[in-house]
């Protein structure tokens, strides 16, 4: 973005304040602009002709600084980059990085569909949403222009997941196309050696193409340069990922290109891939998917935005997604949630009564896994300053005079309301059970030290 | 005379305008830059069909004009076989690539030695030295002087673990001396930490100098620097570590912690009068972790170079956003010349287990697809945690599993520019078309 405040803005908004945008004001629109939480589309009067130069200019202003670029069509398409920060506190990261795992065109159809399958129905939930996979990403090992559409057809009769058709084969890639064109796949990659080929089938097709100079970023721009030049500007740039010896290369070439097109270096301002499997060329097994997953966390870390991977084990997606939910989640979002109790299914006078504290993360845990087990409770949720429940016992957050505040503010008697009178505090609280015995009057059950265990813990300690 | 450098296309652009004008004068030489440098008569050919056409219209407004006519070389266009090929150029645009160093980095983070050996007047073999970055940890910008570090945990009493870490310490949960060993001859632990948490009065009540005895055996049994902690009682915490500081005065160890929400100048003098670095412990919050650095300093007395931060570490899905962020922040505070919080950092990485994907059997979740063997998720997570918070900007990693250990320490060394113990060099260069068994 060219401009960072919404007064700068405002200057290209109507300034009718007509409020159709939704906001109250053009200025709370512009600082809506500012913060990227809308875009300029979404002011209807500045898409008349009379703005048709303001919305220009403003758009242009607007455009983020890591150039956007979208895989794939539809529901499933990924959009990729679109960055202008370098640290997430200083506003947040936009479009998380897009995870492809591999398939390869020397499968057993079997074994493709199953892998397909495995990819595309894969999912973690976690407060309140599901974690998933974005891509497959299909290699040529055949080094066979028929047999790789063959298996593209069949990928994509079995997902709707958006593809990257990976060869350094111009021929390879364009029987690849010749069937997956339309969907917009990604194609990598283009290299010093092929690109003239690679960029005609890039133009011809329409679609996105990754640019590949390992540990050359000079090759690297003088690649996507050249591609710009010839009108193709949906580019990847691909800088190598080097598993071990070459890493701290690797890492550095990331960082710089991420800085200079942050910086305004436009040449290079383009979403960057890393390629984790690359650690398969020189070791299996449980290693390699360990290993892996370190470079996957490293480069969703710092600026990879779409990355392929082979291991498709639950020890490897579970940390991988993981680490970009937290590289991409808002900062900017509350830390708390509001205490009070609160009901979660239908709780009556026999429902337990549990305890615990308002950072936000640990009550949408606990509410879902009560929740997911259809447990019908109350939920006590005290103000913790928006800490976890075993760092506030710790530091005082979590006492019993605040888990009393908390019962009496909320005007809520547990004595009246229940017929056992009992509040459950977590397993990690254990430490506060005679304070709050003392403090309450009310009798203090030990729950366990995880809300997964609920149920568990339910079936031994509560109806009985 | 007129000069202008424009770009190819802003220059067809010009001229197809030129050419629809009457009774325009140029005045002037025209000369065309191109980006990349050379010109002449091999670079033209090579930028290509737009050139050629540059070229004769230029040609014709000179005509046209009367003037030099023939200065810049009449070319055919060439022939194409399609309108598309025709948009690529016929040979790459050369070009390099470079970008600045952050200027703005010009403060260095304090260097924290811990552990002193004979010639400091204390019994350790080893020293470690944390901090004195001057960028961000493995930047390009400047070099990163120090490792990073691993430290063990050991805990005075047998405590409840994940099965995956348990495995590994069943031999040894009864003494302290001996886990202590192991770690150091087994796991490859820079550092062990002993946490001396049966002396929280819900849990055992051991007195301080009880507890101050482990330290001493601790002392005895390895000869790499100690951090000594308490049981986060923090009423009971400061007499307990003023002990344990007497215990092992001269050795240089690392008293965790102070926090603000307890008696810390007790903890600090016990720190500065036995000769020790102390651990500054803030709950996620930056400006608190000022606060505590400026009290130790100020109202304490405690030296800059005794001084190591601990800002809370969440595990990966268990807040781990906030930890990497308020880590980051810290770090680039200190580098661009906050005195308050420029010093080395520590985690307690052992967290990670917190996290149920690290032990639980199955999903709580019946919505989740297979969670999967559970040993091999423990270790990735602790390694995850610790790696992403490596990034942001910690130092000093606490932790548990030793494959976590040499997993962490082996890709920071590579991203130092070692080879993290990798024996031979990987050629990446047909991961699309390599096979892979099983
Ligand atoms: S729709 Fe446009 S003109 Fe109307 S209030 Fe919103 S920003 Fe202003």
Not at chain 1, 437 to 460: A, F, K
Not at chain 2, 104 to 119: Q, Y
Not at chain 2, 416 to 422: H, M, V
């Amino acid at each position: 973005m060219k401009i960072n405040s919404p007064l700068q803005a405002y200057e290209y908004l109507p300034k009718t304040n007509c409020g159709d945008c939704g906001e109250p004001t053009c200025m709370a629109f512009a600082s809506h602009l500012i913060d990227r939480s809308m875009k300029a589309e979404e002011c209807p009067p500045l898409l008349g002709e009379e703005y048709n130069d303001n919305y220009n200019t403003l758009a242009d202003l607007l455009a983020p600084e890591i150039r956007e670029v979208v895989i794939g069509t539809g529901d499933h398409a990924i959009t990729i980059g679109g960055d202008d920060v370098l640290y997430r506190h200083k506003l947040t990261f936009f479009n998380k990085t897009a995870f492809a795992y591999d398939v390869w065109d020397t499968m057993s159809e079997e074994e493709l569909v199953k892998r397909v399958n495995d990819i595309q129905n894969y999912k973690k939930f976690y407060i309140g949403e599901f974690l998933t996979l974005d891509a497959v990403a299909i290699r040529c090992t055949s080094g066979d222009a028929d047999q790789f559409a063959q298996t593209t057809a069949k990928v994509m009769e079995t997902t709707e997941l958006p593809l990257l058709l990976c060869s350094l084969d111009p021929e390879v890639l364009g029987a690849g196309l010749a069937v997956a064109a339309d969907r917009k796949p990604l194609i990598y990659a283009a290299t010093t050696e092929n690109w003239r080929d690679v960029a005609e089938l890039a133009l011809t097709h329409n679609v996105p193409v990754a640019l590949s100079a390992p540990n050359d970023p000079d090759a690297l721009k003088s690649l996507a340069l050249t591609f710009a030049s010839a009108g193709i500007t949906d580019l990847v740039l691909d800088p190598g990922t080097f598993p071990t010896d070459g890493l701290r290369d690797s890492f550095e070439n990331f960082l710089k290109i991420r800085r200079a097109g942050i910086d305004g270096q436009t040449d290079i301002a383009y979403p960057l891939m890393a390629v984790p499997m690359t650690v398969w060329e020189r070791s299996d097994g449980i290693s390699a998917a360990y290993w892996e997953s370190v470079l996957a966390s490293i480069f969703t870390v710092r600026y990879g935005d779409i990355m392929i991977m082979h291991s498709i084990e639950p020890y490897s997606l579970l940390p991988e997604l993981h680490i970009r939910d937290t590289v991409y989640t808002d900062p900017r979002k509350p830390v708390m949630v509001d205490a009070g109790v609160f009901e979660v299914g239908s709780p009556d006078r026999k429902s337990p009564v549990f305890i615990t504290a308002n950072f936000a993360l640990t009550y949408y845990t606990v509410e879902s896994d009560l929740a997911s087990n259809d447990i019908d409770c109350y939920l006590g949720v005290v103000d913790t300053d928006g800490i976890g429940v075993e760092a506030a016992v710790a530091g005082g957050q979590l006492n019993a005079a605040k888990i009393k505040d908390m019962f009496d503010s909320a005007g809520f008697d547990v004595q009246e309301k229940t017929d056992h009178g009992a509040v459950i505090l977590p397993g990690l609280a254990a430490r506060l059970q005679g304070d709050v015995e003392d403090e309450t009057g009310l009798t203090v059950m030990i729950g366990p030290p995880d809300s997964g265990q609920i149920p568990r813990w339910m079936e031994s300690k509560w109806e009985s | 005379m007129t000069t202008t450098t424009i770009t190819l296309s802003d220059l067809n652009k010009l001229l197809e305008n030129v050419l629809e004008l009457k009774g325009v004068t140029i005045e002037g030489d025209i000369e065309i830059e191109f980006e990349g440098g050379g010109g002449g008569q091999e670079l033209l050919q090579a930028v290509g069909y737009e050139i050629a056409q540059i070229a004769a219209r230029l040609n014709n407004v000179a005509g046209m004009m009367g003037g030099p006519a023939g200065q810049v070389p009449y070319m055919q266009p060439m022939t194409l076989p399609s309108p598309i090929q025709s948009r690529i150029p016929q040979e790459l645009i050369p070009a390099s690539f470079d970008v600045d160093p952050v200027s703005e980095w010009k403060h260095g983070i304090e260097e924290v030695v811990l552990g002193a050996t004979s010639s400091d007047g204390g019994t350790r073999k080893t020293t470690v030295t944390l901090g004195g970055e001057h960028a961000l940890p493995f930047y390009f910008d400047a070099p990163m002087p120090n490792p990073n570090y691993v430290s063990i945990d050991v805990f005075d009493m047998p405590i409840g673990m994940a099965r995956a870490v348990r495995m590994n310490y069943e031999d040894v949960l009864e003494s302290p001396a001996e886990w202590a060993k192991k770690v150091v001859s087994k796991f490859g632990a820079d550092m062990v930490t002993i946490h001396l948490i049966s002396t929280d009065p819900s849990i055992k009540d051991t007195s301080a100098s009880d507890a101050a005895k482990v330290v001493e055996d601790v002392l005895q049994a390895v000869d790499v620097p100690l951090i000594i902690g308490g049981s986060g009682n923090p009423d009971k915490d400061p007499e307990v570590l003023e002990k344990a500081a007497e215990a092992a005065e001269g050795e240089r160890c690392l008293i965790a912690s102070a926090n603000l929400n307890m008696d810390y100048q007790r903890i600090a003098a016990a720190a500065k009068e036995y000769g020790h670095a102390i651990l500054s412990w803030t709950q996620l919050e930056i400006n608190a972790q000022k606060e505590l650095n400026r009290k130790l300093m100020k109202q304490c007395g405690i030296e800059r170079c005794d001084i190591v931060m601990d800002p809370t570490t969440a595990a990966l899905g268990y807040g781990l956003d906030y930890a990497y962020s308020n880590i980051e922040r810290i770090r680039l505070a200190g580098l661009i010349g906050d005195q308050e919080l420029n010093f080395p950092m520590s985690s307690g990485t052992t967290n990670a287990w917190g996290a149920r994907e690290s032990w639980m059997a199955v999903s709580p979740l019946k919505e989740d697809s297979d969670w999967g063997p559970r040993e091999y998720r423990g270790p990735i997570w602790e390694i995850t945690t610790g790696l992403a918070l490596a990034l942001a900007g910690v130092d000093l990693f606490m932790m548990m599993h030793p494959t976590s250990v040499q997993v962490l320490k082996s890709v920071t060394d590579m991203l130092r520019g070692g080879d993290g113990g990798a024996d031979a060099a990987t050629d990446v260069s047909d991961w699309v078309g390599m096979m892979i068994e099983g």
